[in-house]
Nanobody, 123 residues
Framework: QVQLVESGGGLVQAGGSLRLSCVASGRTFNSYSMGWFRQAPGKEREFVAGISWGYGTTYADFVKGRFTISRDNAKNTVYLQMNDLKPEDTAVYYC?????????????????WGQGTQVTASS
């Protein structure tokens, strides 16, 4: 079992920044890949960013150049630095553990999820 706990969400004005954190339980965090997803009201959950156990990263086109995913294996933590936030970034953001195979942007390839943290960017 892996437990994931997100934090760092909040309300910011458009153009502002937030850093989300996701702490994972267990002793094998450095052996698996992680992802961030988001879900806005009335919309499907969508991929935001992923980071492999080897620190490779991938991003959705709509966040490239604005968001950065990183990890600190000593702290069992994955981060999502979000800059230049836009009202359309408003959503609940979830971190998730990747199963180890499959593509990063498919939510079915993730087997553990956090509870989510609300991000709101006001215009």
């Amino acid at each position: 079992q892996v437990q994931l706990v997100e934090s760092g969400g909040g309300l910011v004005q458009a153009g502002g920044s937030l850093r989300l954190s996701c702490v994972a339980s267990g002793r094998t965090f450095n052996s698996y890949s992680m992802g961030w997803f988001r879900q806005a009201p009335g919309k499907e959950r969508e991929f935001v960013a992923g980071i492999s156990w080897g620190y490779g990263t991938t991003y959705a086109d709509f966040v490239k150049g604005r968001f950065t995913i990183s990890r600190d294996n000593a702290k069992n933590t994955v981060y999502l630095q979000m800059n230049d936030l836009k009202p359309e970034d408003t959503a609940v953001y979830y971190c998730a553990k990747h199963r180890g195979v499959g593509i990063f942007n498919d939510p079915h390839e993730y087997d553990y999820w956090g509870q989510g943290t609300q991000v709101t960017a006001s215009s």
